[in-house]
């Protein structure tokens, strides 16, 4: 199974940018795919997951209703979209995928991990 981030990058305040994770290995629709991000001296935190069989996603607080998660099935990929972006979201942002029923968007849920992406977001 491999997971390859990609779409990171230093951006201002205010700004956009959309992750990507490119999946090889696992039978794409059968997963929860999450994403997760972990800045310096802080614990990995849930960002958004989704189901691929039912498109159902969570979100966490701090991102709701700024970021927007999305599978596409066809290629077994899955995207970050994140707008109004803010210097808190600053971290490296990792894909993971889970064969769990539901979606549980906690990082101990996760089998498969990506080697993650930078994003910074200066003030």
């Known amino acids: 199974v491999q997971l390859v981030e990609s779409g990171g990058g230093l951006v201002h305040t205010g700004g956009s940018l959309r992750l990507s994770c490119a999946t090889s290995?696992?039978?794409?629709?059968?997963?929860?795919m999450g994403w997760f991000r972990q800045a310096p001296g802080k614990e990995r935190e849930a960002v958004s997951c989704?189901?691929?069989?039912?498109?159902?996603?969570y979100y966490g607080d701090s991102v709701r209703g700024r970021f927007t998660i999305s599978s596409d099935n066809a290629k077994n990929t899955v995207y970050l979209e994140m707008n109004s972006l803010k210097p808190e979201d600053t971290a490296v942002y990792y894909c993971?995928?889970?064969?769990?029923?539901?979606?549980?968007?906690?990082?101990?849920?996760?089998?498969?991990w990506g080697q993650g992406t930078q994003v910074t977001v200066s003030s």
């Open positions: 290995g696992l039978t794409f629709e059968h997963y929860i």
């Open positions: 989704i189901s691929n069989s039912d498109g159902l996603t």
């Open positions: 993971a995928a889970s064969t769990m029923a539901i979606v549980i968007c906690t990082p101990e849920w996760y089998e498969h």
